[in-house]
T-cell receptor
Framework: EPEVTQTPSHQVTQMGQEVILRCVPI?????FYWYRQILGQKVEFLVS????????KSEIFDDQFSVERPDGSNFTLKIRSTKLEDSAMYFC?????????FGAGTRLSVL | RKEVEQDPGPFNVPEGATVAFNCTYS??????FFWYRQDCRKEPKLLMS???SGNEDGRFTAQLNRASQYISLLIRDSKLSDSATYLC???????????FGSGTRLSIRP
């Protein structure tokens, strides 16, 4: 069964450092998303991406965040200068308009 | 008012019991509705979509009441493996972001 894959599974970084979280969406999907979940809280939308551009973003997705689809398979989330409050589980999802399928997530720990 | 509201639980029920969860949503323009389940420290996984006429998938039954902006999930003959957090999810239009409730924790005891 096709699945969304994310790497790394766990990323530890120092405050102020840049991180890149990577995702390989399901191959025939056209819509890509990033969500995050702070420990003990609900899953929150960050950004959606379609046709090589951002289609929607939340208030959380400020100038420190960016997304890119550098080739035909990868979809990345970059955080330029990490803050302590960026510590969370980051989930990538993909869809073909209907059901969104989620990757296993990257746990980001900012020290 | 929260966009999607759920009773956080936890619900602690014996194996074999029937349990029901409810969810309300605030935006009457919402078009699509889902139940996802999330195991501890794992990703959300689709349990079932929710249709206006109500739908059933094995032991799981979902209902939607658009007039009351209310969604429900019924689990019959609960199994130990049903222990998880159940997430009520709403979407405003196809391919748009999905909005999660905070989840209802269910624990099935032997």
């Amino acid at each position: 069964e096709p699945e969304v894959t994310q790497t790394p599974s766990h990323q530890v970084t120092q405050m102020g450092q840049e991180v890149i979280l990577r995702c390989v969406p399901i191959s025939n999907h056209l819509y890509f998303y990033w969500y995050r979940q702070i420990l003990g809280q609900k899953v929150e939308f960050l950004v959606s991406f379609y046709n090589n551009e951002i289609s929607e973003k939340s208030e959380i997705f400020d100038d420190q965040f960016s997304v890119e689809r550098p080739d035909g398979s990868n979809f990345t989330l970059k955080i330029r200068s990490t803050k302590l409050e960026d510590s969370a589980m980051y989930f990538c999802a993909s869809s073909n308009e209907n059901i969104q399928y989620f990757g296993a997530g990257t746990r980001l720990s900012v020290l | 008012r929260k966009e999607v509201e759920q009773d956080p639980g936890p619900f602690n029920v014996p194996e074999g019991a029937t349990v029901a969860f409810n969810c309300t949503y605030s935006n009457s323009a919402s078009q699509s509705f889902f139940w996802y389940r999330q195991d501890c420290r794992k990703e959300p996984k689709l349990l079932m979509s929710v249709y206006s006429s109500g739908n059933e998938d094995g032991r799981f039954t979902a209902q939607l009441n658009r007039a009351s902006q209310y969604i429900s999930l019924l689990i019959r003959d609960s199994k130990l493996s049903d222990s998880a957090t159940y997430l009520c999810v709403v979407r405003y239009s196809s391919a748009s972001k999905i909005i999660f409730g905070s989840g209802t924790r269910l624990s099935i005891r032997p």
